[in-house]
């Protein structure tokens, strides 16, 4: 057994460890040479998230994908860093709305520097994806460009809230296939198009990048209540303290005893007192609430692996079933 790339994807077949290894270090590479500047300082600014490391999820889904035609061909790594930097751009926004300190272990850009910065820092990382996809054709610019317009559509869902009279469980996931679903779709859909596989192919592992992605971001609403660790990339109980309402916080609304009115109450504003938001955390973990949320992580990965079924058996197969399993290995 080898171990693949950041993420802990488990391969059992030789050559392909060897072709994802060597894939994933040329995405790499051209993150580097991207992210490269005339100007030093702004070098300094964009290399911050590549240098902090990731677990690199859409690369991964790209090389993968492109097991299904030809992994060689030679638009299969600029498409998969198209992805990673679109994702990375989104990251810097994301840190100055959400006024986070930490991102991947260590300050944010906008803590290390000010939110000027990253605003455009996350600008330029998204210029240089636009330049690069340039070179993969039309119909590259046009997917990226539904993608992008899907991601940021989520996020302005999510800050606005739900309807009057709109589920704000299925709001919420509907919100989530948007904001992380669409890019991790597009990775699965760029893998197999650039290598040049079947039509259907192509389909099958965009609706699986889709619904990975959903389950992707479900795991990592589990984690940000139950790890103890910052395992998610963050610190533990952020969104609690910065008052994003998440999957288990919404099933505990949806579901709510009277048991729960102190729980609620501690939840009904940013948790910026340590030892409400410690309190928030304890009861939360012992909540059914966060079970069902596990639960659908679970759903959404078995959606996944059940998308991958007309497709052919092999190493490539089986390891996106295992991407599967170690989705929902996160949540537990």
């Not at 007192?273 to 596990?294: C, F, G, T």
């Not at 190493?315 to 599967?324: E, H, N, Q, V």
Request: proline residues 6%; contains cysteine; hydrophobic residues 40%.
């Amino acid at each position: 057994m080898t171990i693949v790339g950041p993420f802990g994807l488990s391969v059992h077949d030789g050559e392909l460890d060897a072709e994802i290894r060597a894939g994933m270090a040329a995405v790499e590479q051209e993150l580097l040479a991207a992210t490269k500047s005339e100007f030093p300082y702004l070098t300094q600014t964009s290399r911050h998230l590549v240098e902090a490391g990731g677990k690199r999820f859409r690369p991964l889904l790209t090389l993968l994908a492109a097991q299904f035609g030809d992994p060689q061909a030679p638009g299969v790594v600029p498409a998969a860093v198209v992805c990673e930097l679109t994702h990375l751009a989104t990251l810097y926004h994301d840190d100055v709305m959400d006024e986070a300190a930490l991102r991947r272990g260590a300050p944010s850009a906008n803590a290390r520097w000010d939110n000027s910065v990253a605003i455009l820092t996350g600008d330029f990382l998204f210029a240089k994806a636009s330049e690069i996809v340039a070179d993969l054709g039309d119909e590259a610019v046009r997917i990226q460009a539904r993608a992008f317009a899907r991601l940021v559509t989520g996020q302005i869902r999510e800050t606005v809230g739900p309807n009057p009279g709109d589920d704000p469980v299925q709001h919420y996931l509907s919100v989530i296939a948007d904001k992380t679903g669409s890019l991790i779709a597009t990775s699965g859909q760029f893998g197999a198009m650039f290598a040049g596989a079947d039509e259907h192919v192509v389909e099958i592992l965009t609706r699986y990048g889709e619904r990975i992605g959903v389950a992707f971001q479900l795991a990592d609403d589990v984690l940000d209540i139950a790890s103890d660790s910052t395992e998610s990339g963050k610190t533990p109980g952020t969104d609690l303290r910065e008052g994003v309402p998440t999957l288990p916080v919404l099933h505990l609304r949806a579901a709510a005893q009277p048991e729960d009115a102190h729980l609620l109450d501690l939840l009904s504003a940013p948790l910026t007192d340590d030892d409400r938001h410690a309190e928030a955390l304890r009861l939360l973990r012992a909540h059914p609430a966060l079970e069902k949320a596990r639960q659908d992580t679970r759903r959404y990965a078995e959606e996944a692996r059940d998308v991958l079924t007309p497709l052919p058996d092999g190493p490539a197969k089986t390891a996106l079933a295992s991407l599967c399993e170690l989705v929902v290995e996160r949540s537990c």
